[in-house]
């Protein structure tokens, strides 16, 4: 799941996917902090900051695995 949404191409598909991914979070006891997501979500595609996309993918690609290696 965390794929697609790493590789979402569009905001509308990223959204799609986060929206999915959230319940299954609750569900599985993962815990989520709303305000770093919240924050994250304004500057993702802030045209003054076009690296940013790629920047949070890989936050997060490495969040997600180390959460899981856990």
């Given at each position: 799941m965390e794929g697609v949404l790493l590789t979402s191409?569009?905001?509308d598909e990223f959204a799609m996917h986060l929206r999915s991914l959230v319940p299954l979070l609750n569900r599985a006891g993962v815990g989520l902090d709303y305000d770093l997501l919240?924050?994250?979500l304004r500057v993702r595609d802030d045209?003054?900051?076009p690296d940013t996309?790629?920047?949070l993918r890989q936050?997060?690609?490495r969040d997600f695995h180390?959460?899981?290696t856990s």
């Open positions: 191409a569009d905001a919240r924050s994250a045209p003054h900051r996309v790629s920047k936050q997060w690609d180390r959460a899981a």
